[in-house]
């Protein structure tokens, strides 16, 4: 598992869709991940292409569907990634990724979590 500390995390809403930012330091190097959820259902395009369920980006490697589960533990995030879809889109990177904060998550964020897992059909717990 990656483990990211010092990290930060943000919201934003452009009305198109709905971003969660995700910043730490891993191996004393600042790492970035955005998760994505678009506000409104896919259409035929969108799911010709593929561009259908949460889009994840880490270090700048992007993919649509990767993400499995999210766990929120008070000051901690771990997000889970399918290993198979973490291949075939040739992400180099371990199927669990965490982020440690200083503060517990407030629950603008806590919210946010849940309501883009459930549109995209992403596993989400809160403990």
């Not at 970035?32 to 490697?61: N, T």
């Not at 000051?75 to 965490?98: G, Q, T």
């Not at 407030?106 to 717990?125: D, P």
Request: aromatic letters at 8%; charged letters at 25%; one cysteine or more.
């Amino acid at each position: 598992m990656r483990t990211h500390i010092k990290s930060e995390i943000g919201v934003a809403d452009d009305g198109f869709a709905i971003s969660i930012g995700l910043a730490g330091l891993y191996e004393g190097v600042r790492r970035e991940m955005i998760l994505q959820a678009a506000k409104e259902e896919p259409d035929d395009q969108d799911i010709r292409l593929g561009l259908v369920g949460l889009y994840a980006e880490y270090d700048g490697v992007g993919a649509y569907g990767v993400v499995e589960k999210i766990f929120v533990e008070n000051s901690r995030v771990r997000i889970i990634l399918d290993p198979a879809k973490i291949s075939a889109e040739r992400y180099s990177i371990e199927a669990e990724i965490a982020f440690e904060f200083l503060d517990a998550l407030n629950s603008e964020i806590l919210v946010t979590f849940a309501g883009m897992c459930s549109t995209c059909g992403v596993t989400f717990k809160r403990s």
